[in-house]
Structure formats: C-alpha cells, structure tokens
C-alpha cells in the first residue's frame, strides 16, 4: 500500500492521473475502472488535459464502471452513464462502444450482472481501478457488511448512502434504493487502484480503512489486501492518521 498526501483536491487529482497515465503509455490496449461522485473529478479533469495535450491515447482504452442505481435509464441526469459521459467519455478519444456502465434498467439484473463479470475477464481484466470512499467506508457500493469475496451483484443502499447521494436530487425520495456494483472481490482483482478521498469529513474512516482492522463493517479496509493500491488524499482527509507517509 502507498499513502500520497496532498494539499488539496486539485492536486489529488493531478497525482492520481499521473499514476494512471503511466501504466496507459505502457500498456495497450488498456482497461480503466471507473468511479464516480465528486471527489474523482479533478481526477477526470486531468486526464482530459493530458489527453488533449497528446501525452495520452484513449482510442485503446476500454472502460468498466464501478457502479449504476437500479431503475434510472443511462440518458437519466443522475445515471451514472450520463455523470461520464458529462465528464470523461464527451471529452477524450474513446471509443464509446468500449464504455461500460452496469444496466440499470436490465430486465434481468442477476443475469446482467454475471454477463459483466465476463466481460471484464474478457478483456482481460481492470490494468487500473479508480475508488472513492463513502462516509460509511463503502467502495462501489459495497456497504458495511459486504463480504470481501462479493462479485458484481445488485444490492441495497444504506440509509446513509441514500442520505449523502440526496443532493444530487430534487429530494430524497428521488434517490434509487437499489444499486449494481462491483463486489469487494471484483475490485481487488485489479491490476492497480486508486483511491482518492479529500475532506475533513473523510479523515476517520480513512484512518480506519488504512491503518485499521480489515473487515466487511468497513469495506474499503479490504484494500489492505490489494497488492498495488495507492492512496492519494488531502491534508484534512489526513488527519487520524497515525503512520508517517
């Protein structure tokens, strides 16, 4: 495991996209695992800029998204699809063809769900994951209590989840009670991550996914056990740390 510590969210995502960056020139074709929320976005703004400064070539890259909200089509304000294309895919040189987001409006869920666990093994796999942390420790929408063995697989969201995803909404009922996500399992078989979190509001349960004890009531501390995951994160999303990084 790697801790980078940064002054702020746009240095964040400067040094998250360089890491990204690297294994793209080396790697090609390649495949990228996406997040969304806010917290990526300076992330995502970055590599727009590198790709349209030439130092990067999306036309290889095929993409997986973490996640999508059961019940809200991809032409949706609030899908997931509509969040990267509105900040990525609309922007870089990528086939859009090879942009994968979880159906959300699959008539099959379950089914759906296996068919893309092999489209990614097909591809050979996620050379690099992007992460986010939510306030409850949630990676995907992997909530408290997940197994760290979970696969691609329709879930419930936490009331928490649906609280801090109400902004996004006119109202709270508005938010999607369901969600696909990749499983704790799936994320960890990527080749590298990385998991960028800014803000004070982050910094206990950081602490406790970094430095704690690995369990299914904080699901991002099952990054313990990735092989290549950095951590990039903010001075204030910092703060509980006790290691010297």
């Known amino acids: 495991m790697n801790v980078i510590i940064v002054p702020n969210a746009e240095e964040m995502g400067k040094q998250a996209a ?37 130092e990067i070539d999306f036309s290889k890259v095929s993409s997986f998204n973490l996640d999508e909200y059961v019940g809200l089509p991809g032409t949706h304000d609030q899908s997931y699809r509509y969040f990267m294309n509105q900040n990525l895919f609309d922007h870089v040189n990528i086939d859009k063809a090879r942009t994968h987001v979880p159906d959300g409006m699959a008539k099959d869920p379950t089914a759906h769900c296996a068919a893309y666990e092999q489209m ?26 997940s197994s760290l063995a979970s696969r691609t697989r329709v879930v419930k969201l936490k009331e928490s989840t649906i609280k801090d995803n109400s902004r996004f909404f006119a109202k709270i009922e508005d938010v999607p009670t369901q969600a696909i996500t990749m499983g704790i399992g799936t994320i960890l078989d990527s080749k590298h991550a990385v998991l960028v979190a800014n803000g004070a509001n982050k910094a206990e349960i950081v602490a406790a996914a970094i430095e704690g004890s690995v369990t299914a009531w904080v699901p991002a501390s099952a990054l313990q056990f990735h092989l290549a995951i950095t951590w990039v994160i903010t001075q204030d999303a910092a703060t509980k740390l006790k290691g010297k990084y």
């Open 120 to 145: 990614m093994r097909e591809a050979g796999g996620v050379d690099y994951q992007v992460l986010g942390i939510g306030s409850n420790g949630h990676i995907g929408f992997n909530e408290p209590g």
């Open 18 to 54: 360089q890491l990204i960056a690297a294994e793209m020139k080396k790697t090609s074709p390649f495949v990228l695992g996406l997040a969304t929320g806010s917290t990526p976005l300076t992330l995502y703004k970055e590599l727009i800029r590198l790709n349209k400064a030439g």
